[in-house]
Antibody, heavy 114, light 112 residues
Framework: EVQLVESGGGLVQPGRSLKLSCAAS????????MAWVRQAPTKGLEWVAS????????YYRDSVKGRFTISRDNAKSTLYLQMDSLRSEDTATYYC???????WGQGVMVTVSS | DVVMTQTPVSLSVAIGQPASISCKSS???????????LNWLLQRPGQSPKRLIY???KLDSGIPDRFSGSGSETDFTLKISRVEADDLGVYYC?????????FGAGTKLELK
């Protein structure tokens, strides 16, 4: 059974950093592109970043480019999202998803507030 | 960025009746491979999104054939032949052809 379990969320002050993790199981992690998608409270879904199966290429939405870094450790079957210089508008539930969006984690809440 | 225009914003449907949701993209979703990466997802209240349909019309495993997807290029439709109570939630279209990947704003399906 495919499972994606996010962790690392919480309350953080503006300008600070947070690193999310997504532990994958039930499939060969190194064979799949992965992505992070977020959802601000009461809002719709928004793609954040994607990474190729080898980790050799990454893609970001403009609003997080230069602040967020997506990475992966295929030996540990884990996806990461390093979030720096956080802003209030980054407040959202962050979902880890296997591309092409066929499996999703339960989500982890990130709140950016002073 | 590719804009996904999804209509209607909300839909009130009686059990057993059909429902239809439209999604129009601002540019063609046909990729260099010739495939069209248009997905439909359902987010039930309090849950993570779940993919229902991929590549325009292919049903994910376990999705009842009451659901169907159609369309091409820039114009796509999700149809539910007979709505059931379990179909409640917000439906999103999602294009995976171009970066940034983009979602429609969502259609909330409610029971009449």
């Amino acid at each position: 059974e495919v499972q994606l379990v996010e962790s690392g969320g919480g309350l953080v002050q503006p300008g600070r950093s947070l690193k999310l993790s997504c532990a994958a199981s039930g499939f060969t992690f190194s064979n799949y592109y992965m992505a992070w998608v977020r959802q601000a409270p009461t809002k719709g879904l928004e793609w954040v970043a994607s990474i190729t199966n080898s980790g050799g290429s990454t893609y970001y939405r403009d609003s997080v480019k230069g602040r967020f870094t997506i990475s992966r450790d295929n030996a540990k079957s884990t996806l990461y999202l390093q979030m720096d210089s956080l802003r209030s508008e980054d407040t959202a539930t962050y979902y880890c998803t296997r591309c092409y969006f066929d499996y999703w984690g339960q989500g982890v809440m990130v709140t950016v507030s002073s | 960025d590719v804009v996904m225009t999804q209509t209607p914003v909300s839909l009130s449907v009686a059990i057993g009746q059909p429902a239809s949701i439209s999604c129009k993209s601002s540019q063609s979703l046909v990729g260099t491979s010739g495939k069209t990466y248009l997905n439909w997802l359902l987010q039930r209240p309090g849950q993570s999104p779940k993919r229902l349909i991929y590549l325009v019309s292919k049903l994910d495993s376990g999705i009842p054939d009451r659901f169907s997807g159609s369309g091409s290029e820039t114009d796509f439709t999700l149809k539910i032949s007979r709505v059931e109570a379990d179909d409640l939630g917000v439906y999103y279209c999602l294009q995976g052809t171009h970066f940034p990947n983009t979602f429609g704003a969502g259609t909330k399906l409610e029971l009449k």
